[in-house]
Antibody, heavy 119, light 107 residues
Framework: QVQLQESGPGLVKPSETLSLTCTVS??????????WGWIRQPPGKGLEWIGS???????YYNPSLQSRVTISGDTSNNQISLKLTSVTAADTATYYC???????????WGQGTLVTVSS | DIQMTQSPSTLSASVGDRVTITCRAS??????LAWYQQKPGKAPKLLIY???SLESGVPSRFSGSGSGTEFTLTISSLQPDDFATYHC?????????FGQGTKLVIE
């Protein structure tokens, strides 16, 4: 059974960098069948796809965030990371990592982590 | 970007009812549409992919249909566990986009 667990600071100051890690268990992030993604949800609002990374390390970002976001993979620790620079209050959200399967949909999700941007 | 619009935003219904939620895409996405269920404080759960294919383990009372720009999610007989928020998502092209969500509440 695949499990994903997000971790990182719950509070980030404006203009600083948000950094989150997703630890994957029960499956390898370098498996050729899967991509991995980050999705966020501001309080009381809908879901926004941030970006995805393939098993080979290719990345795909939402153009609305592309200038500020980096997604990377650490195969030795089986982790996916998210960095979002120059954050503002608009980046306050629950951040989810998820597995993208062969049908290109998100079939396994972490429980999510709330990140608040505030001084 | 492809815009996804769900209707209604809120739907009131009773246990046993048949309900339908609609999702419209701003351009054709063929059948590259998924539906997710989300309960408060929880991550979304995949229900339907490729517009009408039921994810393993999802009850058969859930069904999806449509292609092109108009899609529906139908729950044939509402159960107490089904009261939640439902999201559609297109994966025809990057950036993947979601609808704003439909909250299904008890009438």
């Amino acid at each position: 059974q695949v499990q994903l667990q997000e971790s990182g600071p719950g509070l980030v100051k404006p203009s600083e960098t948000l950094s989150l890690t997703c630890t994957v268990s029960g499956g390898s992030i370098s498996s050729s069948n899967y991509y991995w993604g980050w999705i966020r949800q501001p309080p009381g609002k809908g879901l926004e796809w941030i970006g995805s990374i393939s098993y080979s390390g290719s990345t795909y970002y939402n153009p609305s965030l592309q200038s500020r976001v980096t997604i990377s993979g650490d195969t030795s620790n089986n982790q996916i990371s998210l960095k979002l620079t120059s954050v503002t209050a608009a980046d306050t959200a629950t951040y989810y990592c998820a597995r993208m399967n062969t049908t290109a949909t998100f079939d396994y999700w972490g429980q999510g982590t709330l990140v608040t941007v505030s001084s | 970007d492809i815009q996804m619009t769900q209707s209604p935003s809120t739907l009131s219904a009773s246990v046993g009812d048949r309900v339908t939620i609609t999702c419209r895409a701003s351009q054709s996405i063929s059948s590259w549409l998924a539906w997710y269920q989300q309960k408060p404080g929880k991550a979304p759960k995949l229900l339907i992919y490729k517009a009408s294919s039921l994810e393993s383990g999802v009850p058969s009372r859930f069904s999806g249909s449509g292609s092109g720009t108009e899609f529906t999610l139908t729950i044939s007989s509402l159960q107490p566990d089904d009261f939640a928020t439902y999201h559609c998502q297109q994966y025809s092209s990057f950036p993947y986009t979601f609808g704003q969500g439909t909250k299904l509440v008890i009438e």
